[in-house]
């Protein structure tokens, strides 16, 4: 297949760069490497070229293969080397006027065809074009490192792009072998926006004392599917380049609350503490592996109390056949006796709350998160208040425990750890489709694929049912009187008749 740019330049020989060439030039398209630096091209076409070998010597590219690929890779050594090329992609560093000083360089030099992109995953398109005569040719295409494993691209219209560019664009990214997306010129576009709520909402529950990182990061592997906890997310990433993007995106929406960062990774930024590349960041580091502390031991308990479970607990039917399978002594009465442990499943409420608005014994009270099915998870996670006594909560643990399933007990916190992180998501999630920054589809293709979640954040809430979603919300609000929590419209009306959260008005 004849590739849609037969002559195609990129700008920035670093790792993005590097990527973006390789997969281009395996598409067919001659390919123009450059960089300032020349000794860059040199290094990026040499490491490209050991890959497309490592491929041959695995069986998985031919011989010919190869030596066309590299054929189609070439070094330019000045601006003017890109002049026949229909498509030029920016890959340079994440700075405005250095960008807008390349291109407005640039474009007297190409074609008045030539496709003008960028590679920004933070600053606006639009900004980036508006000094260029020809903004109708300029848009964005953000990839995803490494490139030629991350599978999605998306396609960014300024304000003056033409549609038919960003056609164009997704065509070729299909032939790169890549998932194209459509996201308006919004902070973030689609998948960095979409992630905010994952980290961002676990530095709040360490900030509260909650939890600590490695149990935040074992909860919501376990009980959500995460492939990485935030925490292991943040140090993969490097804190140095995280933190100034959940900035750059509060800043751009002018302190919306449910983006706001945290004096958490501000300090630890600051301090060098940024993640694996330098051995230490949430986690310390030897020979590349993070240094996770041991989960506690279940205690021991020789006398088990009885079990009361609150009649408003969510999902309560599936509570009680749980505590019949695990062997518990199930009070039915309409209160608890004076000895047993009392049991709430909160949506969004804290264990506190519940305890005095059931006039329930806090010093007995312990909370259980069921907001997913107990089968679908890997642990159970239950919440203590301030007065719980140490023997109930030993006793909770001890019981949740008795099945082999791992067990996390931690500090009273509205909507516990998962509730509030997935809330955040498939929120955040909403509103993008509130917004029309993309498509409801386009939103779960780029959040699956760019950050790995184990369902789209629309599917999650569908999965969960947006009732609930919209009670851990409001009750949330409840808890902190923060209007980060505020329910989208988008969810609401949804959740209020019933909708899937992918259905799209007419």
């Given at each position: 297949?004849?590739?849609?740019?037969?002559?195609?330049?990129?700008?920035?020989?670093?790792?993005?760069?590097?990527?973006?060439?390789?997969?281009?030039?395996?598409?067919?398209?001659?390919?123009?490497?450059?960089?300032?630096?020349?000794?860059?091209?040199?290094?990026?076409?040499?490491?490209?070229?050991?890959?497309?070998?490592?491929?041959?010597?695995?069986?998985?590219?031919?011989?010919?293969?190869?030596?066309?690929?590299?054929?189609?890779?070439?070094?330019?050594?000045?601006?003017?080397?890109?002049?026949?090329?229909?498509?030029?992609?920016?890959?340079?560093?994440?700075?405005?006027?250095?960008?807008?000083?390349?291109?407005?360089?640039?474009?007297?030099?190409?074609?008045?065809?030539?496709?003008?992109?960028?590679?920004?995953?933070?600053?606006?398109?639009?900004?980036?074009?508006?000094?260029?005569?020809?903004?109708?040719?300029?848009?964005?295409?953000?990839?995803?490192?490494?490139?030629?494993?991350?599978?999605?691209?998306?396609?960014?219209?300024?304000?003056?792009?033409?549609?038919?560019?960003?056609?164009?664009?997704?065509?070729?990214?299909?032939?790169?072998?890549?998932?194209?997306?459509?996201?308006?010129?919004?902070?973030?576009?689609?998948?960095?926006?979409?992630?905010?709520?994952?980290?961002?909402?676990?530095?709040?529950?360490?900030?509260?004392?909650?939890?600590?990182?490695?149990?935040?990061?074992?909860?919501?592997?376990?009980?959500?599917?995460?492939?990485?906890?935030?925490?292991?997310?943040?140090?993969?990433?490097?804190?140095?380049?995280?933190?100034?993007?959940?900035?750059?995106?509060?800043?751009?929406?002018?302190?919306?609350?449910?983006?706001?960062?945290?004096?958490?990774?501000?300090?630890?930024?600051?301090?060098?503490?940024?993640?694996?590349?330098?051995?230490?960041?949430?986690?310390?580091?030897?020979?590349?592996?993070?240094?996770?502390?041991?989960?506690?031991?279940?205690?021991?308990?020789?006398?088990?109390?009885?079990?009361?479970?609150?009649?408003?607990?969510?999902?309560?039917?599936?509570?009680?056949?749980?505590?019949?399978?695990?062997?518990?002594?199930?009070?039915?009465?309409?209160?608890?006796?004076?000895?047993?442990?009392?049991?709430?499943?909160?949506?969004?409420?804290?264990?506190?709350?519940?305890?005095?608005?059931?006039?329930?014994?806090?010093?007995?009270?312990?909370?259980?998160?069921?907001?997913?099915?107990?089968?679908?998870?890997?642990?159970?996670?239950?919440?203590?208040?301030?007065?719980?006594?140490?023997?109930?909560?030993?006793?909770?643990?001890?019981?949740?425990?008795?099945?082999?399933?791992?067990?996390?007990?931690?500090?009273?916190?509205?909507?516990?750890?998962?509730?509030?992180?997935?809330?955040?998501?498939?929120?955040?999630?909403?509103?993008?489709?509130?917004?029309?920054?993309?498509?409801?589809?386009?939103?779960?293709?780029?959040?699956?694929?760019?950050?790995?979640?184990?369902?789209?954040?629309?599917?999650?809430?569908?999965?969960?049912?947006?009732?609930?979603?919209?009670?851990?919300?409001?009750?949330?609000?409840?808890?902190?009187?923060?209007?980060?929590y505020r329910p989208s419209p988008w969810l609401r009306r949804r959740g209020a008749i019933g909708l899937s959260?992918?259905?799209?008005?007419?």
């Open positions: 297949m004849t590739p849609v740019f037969q002559q195609v330049a990129v700008i920035g020989a670093g790792a993005m760069g590097r990527g973006i060439a390789q997969i281009a030039a395996q598409s067919g398209s001659q390919v123009w490497l450059y960089d300032t630096q020349a000794e860059a091209v040199r290094k990026a076409r040499e490491s490209v070229f050991a890959q497309w070998d490592k491929l041959q010597e695995k069986g998985r590219l031919t011989v010919d293969v190869v030596e066309a690929y590299k054929s189609r890779l070439k070094a330019a050594s000045i601006l003017q080397d890109l002049a026949p090329c229909q498509l030029i992609i920016e890959a340079i560093v994440e700075r405005l006027d250095i960008k807008r000083s390349l291109f407005a360089e640039l474009e007297p030099l190409v074609a008045a065809d030539c496709v003008l992109v960028t590679n920004t995953s933070s600053l606006s398109v639009t900004a980036i074009a508006a000094g260029l005569q020809r903004p109708a040719q300029f848009a964005g295409y953000h990839f995803f490192n490494p490139v030629p494993l991350m599978k999605v691209v998306e396609v960014i219209a300024g304000i003056r792009t033409a549609p038919a560019v960003c056609e164009q664009l997704s065509t070729y990214a299909c032939q790169m072998g890549h998932t194209p997306v459509q996201a308006q010129d919004t902070p973030g576009f689609i998948v960095n926006h979409a992630g905010r709520g994952y980290g961002t909402e676990a530095l709040r529950i360490v900030n509260e004392g909650v939890a600590d990182f490695a149990t935040i990061d074992r909860i919501l592997k376990d009980q959500v599917g995460f492939k990485l906890g935030p925490f292991e997310l943040f140090d993969l990433t490097a804190l140095d380049v995280s933190h100034p993007v959940m900035e750059s995106i509060y800043n751009q929406y002018y302190q919306e609350p449910r983006y706001r960062p945290s004096v958490i990774t501000a300090q630890r930024t600051a301090g060098g503490l940024v993640g694996k590349k330098v051995g230490e960041g949430f986690y310390k580091y030897i020979d590349g592996q993070a240094q996770v502390p041991a989960e506690s031991e279940v205690p021991v308990v020789t006398e088990m109390p009885p079990v009361w479970v609150s009649p408003r607990a969510s999902r309560r039917l599936e509570l009680l056949q749980l505590l019949k399978d695990l062997s518990a002594r199930i009070e039915t009465g309409a209160s608890p006796s004076p000895q047993a442990l009392t049991l709430v499943a909160p949506l969004g409420f804290d264990i506190t709350t519940v305890a005095v608005v059931e006039r329930l014994d806090p010093a007995r009270t312990v909370g259980i998160d069921m907001l997913f099915e107990d089968a679908a998870t890997k642990r159970r996670v239950l919440a203590t208040n301030p007065a719980t006594r140490q023997d109930m909560r030993d006793a909770a643990h001890a019981l949740f425990a008795r099945d082999g399933k791992a067990v996390s007990v931690i500090r009273d916190s509205g909507g516990f750890v998962t509730q509030r992180v997935v809330g955040n998501i498939v929120n955040i999630a909403s509103d993008m489709c509130q917004q029309q920054i993309c498509s409801p589809e386009d939103l779960e293709i780029a959040v699956t694929l760019g950050l790995g979640y184990p369902a789209g954040p629309l599917a999650m809430g569908d999965k969960l049912g947006p009732t609930n979603v919209l009670e851990v919300l409001f009750n949330l609000q409840t808890v902190y009187g923060d209007t980060r959260l992918m259905h799209a008005e007419a």
